[in-house]
């Protein structure tokens, strides 16, 4: 089956400093979308991309979607203590029902 | 976007007794969908709840285990029945709103814990 993959699983970094979260399917996605899950919490949407090559913003996110639209990033610039939590991609496949295949999940603490 | 709610919002269960969750949203939606999540794992789909028929099952998840029902626009149940321990998870219910595209928003999620 659809199998999501996101690298790396875990990341520790510096306040101020950049984070970056890949994230690769093994089939060809119709969209893909990320979530944000803070600890105890639920997973939050954030975006969603459709188009080969993509690339959306939101402030001090960058997201990304692959030319063979298999695979997608997520960049933070100068990450704050507010960033911390697990980012999930999402991907849907074409003919899939609307359902979703969440990647394995990258989890930021951000120090001080 | 709709406001979902679900309860119990935790619970303890003892081994071999079942567990009804159910998901209220504040609005109609078109799909209603049913997760779990295990401690530090990502979600895996459960099924697809629809409206005035059976739920559409992932694989390696049967109706015996997990019977969904959907009544109406606004509303999914999730049983789990005959609990073991590998069952403690949390549940998520989400949904697709009308005119909210493929996006999916959760409920607060159920954390189930059976000793």
């Known amino acids: 089956g659809q199998q999501v993959m996101q690298i790396p699983q875990y990341q520790h970094v510096q306040e101020g400093e950049d984070f970056t979260t890949y994230c690769n399917s093994s089939?060809?996605?119709?969209?893909i979308q990320w979530y944000k899950q803070r600890p105890g919490g639920h997973p939050v949407f954030l975006i969603q991309?459709?188009?080969?090559?993509e690339v959306k913003k939101q402030k001090r996110l960058t997201f990304q979607f692959g030319e063979a639209k298999k695979n997608s990033s997520l960049h933070i610039t100068a990450t704050q203590t507010t960033d911390v939590g697990t980012y999930f991609c999402?991907?849907?496949?074409?003919?899939?029902?609307?359902?979703?295949?969440f990647g394995t999940g990258t989890q930021l603490k951000v120090e001080l | 976007s709709a406001v979902i709610s679900q309860k119990p919002s935790r619970d303890i269960c003892q081994r071999g007794t079942s567990l009804t969750i159910q998901c209220q949203v504040d609005?109609?939606?078109?799909?209603m969908f049913w997760y779990r999540q295990q401690p530090g794992q990502s979600l895996t789909l459960i099924a697809t709840?629809?409206?005035?028929?059976?739920?559409?099952?992932e694989s390696g998840f049967v109706i015996d285990k997990f019977p969904i029902s959907r009544p109406n626009l606004t509303f999914s149940t999730l049983t789990v029945s005959n609990m073991s321990p590998e069952d403690s998870s949390i549940y998520l219910c989400?949904?697709?709103?009308?005119?909210?595209?493929?996006?999916?928003?959760f409920g607060p999620g159920t954390r189930l814990t059976v000793l």
């Open positions: 989400s949904v697709e709103e009308v005119r909210g595209g493929d996006t999916q928003y």
């Open positions: 089939t060809t996605l119709s969209n």
């Open positions: 991309l459709v188009k080969s090559g």
């Open positions: 999402a991907g849907e496949v074409t003919g899939g029902g609307n359902k979703l295949t």
């Open positions: 609005s109609q939606v078109t799909m």
């Open positions: 709840a629809n409206q005035g028929s059976e739920a559409t099952y």
